[in-house]
């Protein structure tokens, strides 16, 4: 663990957004949190306490070794495993009481010819085209699992592809008609299907008609919108009362202050070069812990002001303008992303800078760095 670079995670912040996703979904539906990609950069194992013990039903992760981290941890509710599991690791899986998703006949037959009890999720595809079992062969698949008396179906899932990055969800409506279809189509060939679940943030928080019987939210679970897009559909349809509450703060400390002449290039490259004496701050922080090479025109926050980046951004450092900070000393506080005093830089507004979005920008911080809950 990094002692110069951590990153806080507010435990209010995410029982408080956990909490608000129990009021909006109700009693009767199943919420399941996803922790998966180090709980969206936040810390798998203390996030996934966090939520088990602020309303949560189940979790979900995308692989086996952040399940089998969980139930090492202690974590005992059901845990949905959203990736793909190799042949070779079914087994553990069973072993694990984990919850898998299927569309490949070659895991059921594996599944059968272990032998051990398991319970399976039909991944359906309805149009994002990623995993799943096209629709023309939904009977057949589900025929296969049939003849497995060890292989339980409990659940159908699809995912939506175009719900957040935009307000017309016209295509989400078709996705929603299709998964509806593939319910009734093994329905009606005398399948129970007990838990249908297709709900992330974005569904869960426009469209209670994508409930069904389980949601599976994201982002949103810690504090983050969607994407504007998301937002704005909510605030026109739907209006205000629910706020979400980051959690996510990533700090680190000056490891130097240096004044640089006038006319001095700073940086690789000489990519910026100095227009009047100024005075620059050394961070140990780089793109290998996760802080984006890309970023054009960023600031970090000292002192409740913002320090201009100056030069490229190195493997393990940035040089910040301190310039208009007099008050900055060896090892002050640096606010990378969050809130201090009346200055913010949110995960979105880096993203920007970055050329990417959100999710990218906190599920790239590297895992070495330390997760502090306070």
């Known amino acids: 663990m990094s002692e110069l670079t951590w990153v806080e995670i507010s435990r209010r912040s995410l029982e408080s957004n956990i909490k608000q996703f129990r009021s909006l979904i109700g009693k009767d539906v199943l919420m399941c949190p996803c922790v998966k990609a180090?709980?969206?950069?936040?810390?798998?194992?203390?996030?996934?306490?966090?939520?088990?013990?602020?309303?949560?039903?189940?979790?979900?992760?995308?692989?086996?070794?952040?399940?089998?981290?969980?139930?090492?941890?202690g974590i005992e509710?059901?845990?949905?495993?959203?990736?793909?599991?190799?042949?070779?690791?079914?087994?553990?899986?069973?072993?694990?009481?984990?919850?898998?998703?299927?569309?490949?006949?070659?895991?059921?037959e594996k599944l059968g010819e272990i032998g051990k009890a398991v319970k399976v999720h039909i991944k359906v595809e309805t149009g994002n085209n990623r995993q799943g079992v096209l629709m023309e062969d939904l009977l057949d698949f589900a025929n296969s699992i049939k003849g497995f008396e060890n292989i339980e179906i409990e659940g159908m899932a699809t995912h939506f592809a175009?719900?957040?990055?935009?307000t017309d969800h016209s295509y989400a409506e078709k996705q929603l008609k299709k998964f509806e279809e593939a319910a009734e189509l093994l329905e009606n060939a005398g399948f129970s299907v007990p838990i249908k679940h297709c709900a992330n943030s974005?569904?869960?928080?426009?469209?209670?008609?994508?409930y069904f019987n389980m949601v599976r939210t994201g982002i949103a679970n810690y504090g983050m919108w969607p994407s504007n897009e998301t937002y704005?559909?909510?605030?026109k349809e739907i209006g205000d009362g629910f706020e979400l509450k980051p959690a996510f703060t990533w700090k680190t400390k000056i490891a130097q202050i240096k004044t640089i002449k006038a006319g001095e290039y700073i940086g690789y490259g000489c990519t910026y070069k100095t227009g009047h004496e100024s005075k620059i701050a050394i961070l140990p922080i780089g793109y290998y812990d996760g802080y984006d090479r890309g970023i054009n025109g960023g600031h970090v926050?000292?002192?409740?002001?913002?320090?201009?980046?100056?030069?490229?951004?190195c493997m393990n450092i940035v040089m910040v303008d301190v310039t208009d900070i007099p008050e900055a000393k060896l090892e002050d506080e640096v606010i990378l992303i969050g809130k201090d005093k009346d200055e913010e830089i949110s995960a979105e507004q880096f993203g920007t800078w970055a050329g990417t979005i959100n999710y990218e920008v906190i599920t790239r911080?590297?895992?070495?760095?330390?997760?502090?809950?306070?």
Not at 162 to 166: G, L, R, V
Not at 365 to 374: D, V
């Open 301 to 313: 926050l000292i002192h409740g002001k913002r320090a201009a980046i100056r030069g490229r951004v």
């Open 162 to 166: 175009n719900i957040e990055d935009t």
């Open 365 to 374: 911080i590297n895992e070495r760095i330390g997760r502090k809950i306070t």
């Open 202 to 210: 974005a569904a869960t928080i426009l469209f209670k008609k994508t």
């Open 77 to 108: 509710c059901p845990i949905y495993v959203m990736g793909y599991i190799g042949l070779d690791d079914l087994e553990k899986a069973a072993e694990l009481e984990l919850r898998i998703v299927v569309y490949n006949k070659e895991t059921i």
């Open 232 to 235: 704005v559909s909510y605030l």
């Open 38 to 73: 180090n709980a969206y950069g936040h810390g798998l194992v203390e996030t996934a306490k966090i939520f088990s013990g602020s309303g949560a039903d189940w979790l979900s992760v995308n692989a086996l070794y952040e399940a089998k981290i969980l139930r090492e941890a």
